[in-house]
Nanobody
Framework: QVQLVESGGGSVQAGGSLRLSCTVF????????LRWFRQAPGKEREFVSG???????NYADSVKGRFTISQDNAKNTMFLQMNSLKPEDTAMYYC????????WGPGTQVTVSS
């Protein structure tokens, strides 16, 4: 059984920071391709950032320079450090494993007020 659990969401003012975590429970290879997505009310889910088995990372243009993805392999945990947050970053943030048949976490809410 594979389970992804996000944490770290919350409410901040514009310009603030949050650090999201995603812990992978189950098969260890599920951490080889981990990604963050987000979905704002009334909008489609969109890619935010990914980290892969070869340590390659990528980001959506909207978060480049503000968000940093990282991984602690020993703890099977992925992080998303979000700085200089904007109201348009408000969304439910989801963790996704691409290496394990597309498992999703339940999400963690991020709300940024102006």
């Amino acid at each position: 059984q594979v389970q992804l659990v996000e944490s770290g969401g919350g409410s901040v003012q514009a310009g603030g920071s949050l650090r999201l975590s995603c812990t992978v429970f189950g098969y260890t290879w599920c951490k080889n391709d981990l990604r963050w997505f987000r979905q704002a009310p009334g909008k489609e889910r969109e890619f935010v950032s990914g980290i892969y088995n070869d340590d390659r990372t990528n980001y959506a243009d909207s978060v480049k320079g503000r968000f940093t993805i990282s991984q602690d392999n020993a703890k099977n945990t992925m992080f998303l450090q979000m700085n200089s947050l904007k109201p348009e970053d408000t969304a439910m943030y989801y963790c996704y494993s691409g290496s394990c048949g597309g498992y999703w976490g339940p999400g963690t809410q991020v709300t940024v007020s102006s």
